[in-house]
């Protein structure tokens, strides 16, 4: 059965840190990728950062290239998103989802989790 499970978002200032986490299902722990998208308010989901199955491969997007550190922990089947130097326009709803092929688009991605919400106050 597949499963997603995100938490750790909420309301942070400029130049502060959160850490996601995406508790995951033993069949979707073990997904080609696990990645991290956002949605911000009136636009469309983007790609944040994503991590292979054997952790040894990383991709970050552009715009967090730095601040952002994507992880995993096999014993605790979840995956991590430490943010850092959050901005504002970092702000919106963190989606994890699994990849059984690909690793940046949308479409590569077969199963969602629900979301949580990561607010940066200016």
């Known amino acids: 059965q597949e499963h997603l499970a995100e938490s750790g978002g909420g309301l942070v200032q400029t130049g502060g840190s959160l850490r996601l986490s995406c508790s995951a299902s033993?069949?979707?722990?073990?997904?080609?990728?696990l990645g991290w998208f956002r949605q911000a308010p009136g636009k469309e989901r983007e790609f944040v950062a994503t991590i292979r199955r054997s952790g040894d491969f990383k991709v970050y997007a552009a715009s967090v290239e730095g601040r952002f550190t994507i992880s995993k922990e096999n014993a605790k089947r979840t995956v991590y998103l430490q943010m850092d130097n959050l901005k504002p326009e970092d702000t919106g709803v963190y989606f994890c989802?699994?990849?059984?092929?690909?690793?940046?688009?949308?479409?590569?991605?077969?199963?969602w989790g629900q979301g949580t919400q990561v607010t940066v106050s200016s």
């Open positions: 033993e069949r979707t722990f073990g997904s080609f990728a």
């Open positions: 989802a699994a990849a059984n092929q690909g690793l940046r688009h949308q479409s590569d991605y077969h199963y």
